[in-house]
């Protein structure tokens, strides 16, 4: 005889077909599983990364910031402030005219109310980073001033604008703070 037949068990049976197709079945499962952990771990790495970046321009900031005055008055004098009513008062912790870029800035109050979006280079990500300057109780850094101190403190809030984040939730905000003194030594 030329041909085979079905009773010569060359081709598969029923049962042969529902178990190859649930071992498609298995294997489409697992490798969905395994995408989805990967995809998962891509998260975790661009979230470790983001927090990289975001400290790195945190701190590039803080930087700037200690090279700053302390106050409008006390980069203009040069002789011991004793007077802390002499200082800028809480109300105008804000740029002078023309301040208007980080570059132009002399003492640390100019930050106050500065909003400022930075590109990380070799990268198409953006930052976008919130800056709050106010007079503390020197005894306790925690508590706001509503009169002039010797002590001002700088609030930094640092987070991904772009590429968007999907999740909102998934957004992580970096939180930094400084404390700057006035003291003069003569």
């Keep these: 005889m030329l041909g085979n037949s079905i009773e010569d068990g060359d081709f598969m049976t029923t049962g042969q077909t529902m178990l190859t197709l649930g071992a498609f079945m298995f294997l489409t499962t697992i490798l969905m599983n ?8 891509g998260d975790t790495i661009q979230n470790g990364q983001d927090g990289i970046l975001a400290t790195t321009i945190a701190t590039s900031y803080k930087e700037i910031a200690r090279g700053l005055a ?4 006390s980069d203009t004098c040069s002789s011991a402030i004793r007077n802390v009513t002499a200082l800028t008062s809480p109300l105008h912790l804000r740029r002078e005219a023309g301040e208007d870029s980080l570059a132009a800035f002399n003492d640390i109050d100019d930050l106050n109310g500065f909003e400022v979006e930075k ?17 503390v109780d020197p005894d306790n850094i925690d508590h706001y001033s509503s009169v ?39």
């Excluded at 395994?34 to 771990?41: A, D, E, K, P, S």
């Excluded at 302390?70 to 008055?73: A, G, L, P, R, W």
């Excluded at 990380?120 to 007079?135: D, K, L, Q």
């Design 70 to 73: 302390f106050d409008e008055f």
């Design 148 to 186: 002039q101190t010797f002590t001002k403190r700088l609030d930094m809030k640092t987070w991904r604008v772009y590429p968007p984040v999907l999740d909102p939730t998934q957004i992580d905000t970096m939180r930094t703070t400084m404390v700057m003194g006035y003291f003069h030594f003569n």
């Design 34 to 41: 395994f995408y989805q952990v990967l995809g998962g771990t």
């Design 119 to 135: 590109q990380a280079i070799g990268s198409v990500v953006r930052y976008h980073t919130r800056f709050t300057v106010y007079y």
